[in-house]
């Protein structure tokens, strides 16, 4: 089945450092998305990309869907302290109603 | 985002129990997901629902495991008997109409503890 891998497991940065998540999935998508999910809270809403290599900026945060439409990345640039937590990728593959989701990147930064 | 409500929010069930989880998804969203997430694991899809109808329930487990959407009313995910193992955070999430590219806005969860 469809798997979808997220490198690295865990990430500890000091603070202003820049931080990389990378996401790739055994199968071609259609679409992908990105969540933020603080220790205790629940996965937030990032951002979807759709096209083959799209990159899409929000501030300190740069996400790039893969060419191929089999891998995507998150990099946060100059990293703060409120950007801990764990940032998931979900993809969808064409033909299905589900996201799978990845197995996540837990950052920590360190004051 | 706060439009998606679960509830509870947390709940104790003892071993052969039967916990029964309910999500409203936000207004106007007739779309239903169901997720697992174990402590320190990603999430785990378990069931896609529209307004009685089951998309999707290839991720939830054959026995025990039961989700509704009626046509009035919140979604529920029954576990029957459950089991030490069921203890998780589950989350359910809702959509707008293009389930393609809507987005899903999760719901604070139900952590469910089973002694």
């Known amino acids: 089945g469809q798997q979808v891998m997220q490198i690295p497991q865990y990430q500890h940065v000091q603070e202003g450092e820049d931080f990389t998540t990378y996401c790739n999935s055994s199968t071609t998508l259609s679409n992908i998305q990105w969540y933020k999910q603080r220790p205790g809270g629940h996965p937030v809403f990032l951002i979807q990309l759709v096209k083959s290599g799209e990159v899409k900026k929000q501030k300190r945060l740069t996400f790039q869907f893969g060419e191929a439409k089999k891998n995507s990345s998150l990099h946060i640039t100059a990293t703060q302290t409120t950007d801990v937590g764990t940032y998931f990728c979900a993809g969808m593959t064409s033909g299905t109603y589900k996201y799978i989701f990845g197995t996540g990147t837990r950052l920590k930064v360190l004051a | 985002n706060a439009g998606v409500m679960q509830n509870p929010r947390h709940l104790v069930r003892r071993r052969g129990q039967e916990a029964r989880l309910r999500c409203s998804p936000m207004k106007g969203h007739s779309h239903v997901y169901w997720y697992r997430q174990l402590p320190e694991e990603g999430l785990k899809f378990m069931v896609y629902?529209?307004?009685?109808?089951?998309?999707?329930e290839s991720g939830m487990p054959k026995e025990r495991f039961s989700a509704e959407f009626p046509k009035e009313g919140p979604s529920i995910l029954r576990i029957q008997q459950v089991v030490r193992g069921d203890s998780a955070a589950y989350f359910c999430a809702s959509s707008g109409w293009d389930r393609s590219t809507d987005t899903q806005y999760f719901g604070p969860g139900t952590r469910l503890t089973v002694l």
């Open positions: 629902l529209q307004k009685e109808n089951i998309i999707d």
